[in-house]
């Protein structure tokens, strides 16, 4: 079968190398093979944006707001997941969230839901404080060890 031969083959490469390919599938009526390379990686160029103009003032205004917003994270406290599964900040869809942004909460307060293989895990906190940011949206997955919350503690 001439389609699977070797010299036949190293064609198929070659092609595949000049035109940076990297995956082609030989089929016949009796048989069929897959070739693939990792030695191509395709280049994807950003998009060039225009060059905006920013006063000095602007520059000094915007780092000095990116200090202060990472000195105040610096003083919350992260809460963080300690399971891997599904995130939800309601006990069910009728009702309210267990804590918003704002919420004073104290230790050992539950705080949400954490789902992972149809168990429902509820997460309690390990400080007291007021709830700063709440970084994850319900239903979506966490790690273990991602940020669920900040407190900002009293």
Known sequence: MK???ADYIEKIIDIMRNNE???VTLEDKHSSM???SNEFKPVIKEKEQPVEEISKEEIVEQQVEETIV???KNKLIPILSNMIGLYFSKPSPEEEPFVKVGD???EG???CIIE???????ITSEVSGKIAEICIQDG???EYGQVIMYVEQN
Not at 116 to 122: E, S
Request: charge should be negative; proline fraction near 4%; avoid cysteine.
């Open 21 to 23: 390919l990297t995956e």
């Open 109 to 111: 307060q539950v705080i």
């Open 70 to 72: 990472e000195e105040d």
């Open 104 to 106: 004073e909460i104290k």
């Open 116 to 122: 992972t293989i149809k168990l429902m895990n509820k």
């Open 3 to 5: 389609e699977f031969e």
């Open 34 to 36: 897959v070739i693939k």
């Open 140 to 142: 979506e997955p966490v």
